[in-house]
């Protein structure tokens, strides 16, 4: 028998992939599921007891929680990435840590196929083909919900006459968890004009008093909140949603184009990942030069945009990369951060490489290391160009 590798979620779609695949075609089926800080151990146990119920010949979990950080998010903090200013890239970004460790599982295994059960109406089937028809050239890519057109209906009345006693009953609202943030998606996400309510958002706000918090970055990486150092920023940032995320903040939804040109909105909820990139980029407003900031923005925007629409291989990114971390050499210090219900504020933030010193001169008071002399000449030369520009232009048109 041929065997195939099926990134496997446990959900519908996946679970029609598993017996299809293996009753339909004839494969040998091996599921794989990829955690990126989503599920709990008891969901991961749910997860591989499906698998194995619908007779799969073997289910493995990976952990790339830890990976997905060390490769993925710690550039989208670096870059303070907020896709259409508004989106952190909580699906986009995971999703290419689950496709390169799938490929990496498929070539272990020395499979014949790999399969995902991506539809045809999304970004992920982009993402998941691009990684796998790089990293695993030649072996066959099965998508059976895109290539059959499934209708829900369909695939519950297939699972029903395999003796798939499952339930499937639709939720009124799709959550996919992250450690880099949750997608939250339903009727009012499928049309132009409509906000979530608040029972469909998966934490529920139950803060209500103001609280403060002091994160602590080291060369651009979260490793302390409130004094507290943890071991890798992973733990750090599941620490902080504890905190932050009972106060509804970090809630949006996000209007984006999808790579295969339509238009799509899905709402969020990452209440650590957007404190952290606010706070993180008022630390770089003080100790990074304008020219560093400038052309950081620059390159951030392109490395979000190129990440989310599955380029993750290229080696562009990799150089990128390179100047993002280069940039944080300096990126160290804490910010102060009050948390309120649907908001919060940054305070300020200490750092010994804060560039705003007052041994310098006091923005609108008072300049310790220059002379009025020197700003006079300084505005003159400044200035020079566009000043023979104009005359130039003033005299051509008498």
């Given at each position: 028998m041929k065997k195939v590798i099926l990134a496997f979620s446990g959900g519908l779609?996946?679970?029609?992939?598993a017996k299809y695949l293996s009753e339909d075609l004839g494969y040998e089926v091996h599921t794989l599921t990829i955690n990126t800080g989503g599920f709990s151990p008891a969901e991961l146990a749910d997860i591989?007891?499906?698998?194995?119920g619908l007779g799969v010949a073997s289910h493995k979990?990976?952990?790339?929680?830890?990976?997905y950080y060390?490769?993925?998010?710690?550039?989208?903090?670096?870059g303070n990435v907020l896709?259409?200013?508004?989106y952190p890239l909580s699906v986009s970004a995971e999703r290419m840590s689950q496709a390169l460790a799938t490929a990496n599982y498929a070539r272990a295994m020395k499979a014949d196929a790999v399969a995902h059960g991506s539809t045809g109406a999304g970004n992920d089937q982009v993402r998941f083909d691009i990684i796998l028809q790089i990293l695993v050239p030649g072996l066959e890519i099965i998508t059976p919900i895109r290539d059959k057109r499934l209708s829900r209906e369909a695939e519950i009345d297939y699972l029903k006459s395999k003796g798939v006693a499952f339930n499937f009953e639709k939720a009124k609202y799709s959550i996919n968890k992250g450690l880099?943030?949750?997608s939250v998606g339903g009727r009012e996400t499928l049309q132009s004009m409509g906000m979530l309510p608040e029972e469909a958002w998966p934490t529920q706000v139950t803060k209500t008093a103001a609280e403060e918090v002091v994160l602590t970055f080291d060369k651009g990486e979260l490793t302390g909140i409130n004094g507290k150092k943890f071991d890798h920023p992973t733990l750090a940032i599941q620490h902080l949603q504890e905190i932050a995320g009972p106060f509804g903040v970090g809630r949006d939804i996000h209007v984006g184009d999808t790579i295969i040109g339509i238009k799509g909105r899905v709402g969020f909820e990452a209440a650590a990942p957007v404190v952290i990139l606010k706070a993180h980029h008022a630390l770089e407003k003080h100790v990074?030069?304008?020219?560093?900031l400038s052309w950081k923005d620059q390159l951030a925007q392109f490395y979000g945009n190129w990440l989310h629409e599955g380029q993750y291989l290229d080696p562009v990114m990799r150089d990128i990369e390179a100047y993002l971390e280069s940039?944080?050499?300096?990126?160290?210090?804490s910010v102060s951060v009050t948390l309120l219900p649907h908001r919060f504020v940054i305070n300020g933030i200490e750092s010994k490489y804060d560039l705003m010193s007052s041994k310098f001169g006091k923005y609108g008071e008072m300049n310790l290391g220059w002379t009025g002399d020197d700003v006079k000449g300084f505005t003159k030369i400044f200035g020079n160009q566009v000043g023979i520009y104009h005359q130039v232009k003033a005299e051509a048109e008498k």
């Open positions: 779609d996946t679970s029609y992939c591989e007891k499906r698998a194995l979990t990976v952990e790339e929680t830890r990976n060390d490769k993925v998010i710690r550039f989208l903090i670096y896709k259409n200013a508004t880099w943030g949750t990074l030069t304008k020219w560093q940039a944080q050499q300096h990126v160290s210090g």
